[in-house]
């Protein structure tokens, strides 16, 4: 039977060996397959801006916001509901 503990104890020791490095820094455009200019990534399954909830809405302003693209909630969904933002679900990109 496996001690849970244990296994717990073992993989947060080896977590905390670990020395990451840093290899590289890349824009999103340049390494992530199909990714375009006027396109918004998202988790979860496809979605219109219709249907997104609130936090969803909320996470996609606020990044249209953070890339410079719109300066507030209405230009932003302005861009959406135009189609000059597109919106995909990140694992279509992986």
């Known amino acids: 039977m496996i001690n849970i503990d244990q296994a717990n104890q073992t993989a947060v020791s ?3 060996a670990a020395r990451p ?3 590289t820094v890349a824009t999103a455009r340049d390494v992530i397959p199909g990714m375009r200019d ?3 990534l998202h988790a979860g399954p496809p979605i219109t ?3 997104a909830s609130g936090p ?3 996470a996609i ?3 249209l916001i953070f890339e410079g693209l719109a300066t507030d909630w209405e230009s932003a ?3 959406v509901t135009s189609g000059q933002i597109e919106l995909e679900p990140c694992h279509q990109h992986a």
């Open 14 to 16: 080896r977590i905390m």
């Open 21 to 23: 490095i840093l290899k």
């Open 38 to 40: 006027n396109l918004l």
């Open 49 to 51: 801006w219709e249907r």
């Open 56 to 58: 969803m809405r909320g």
């Open 61 to 63: 302003v606020g990044a």
């Open 77 to 79: 969904e302005k861009l």
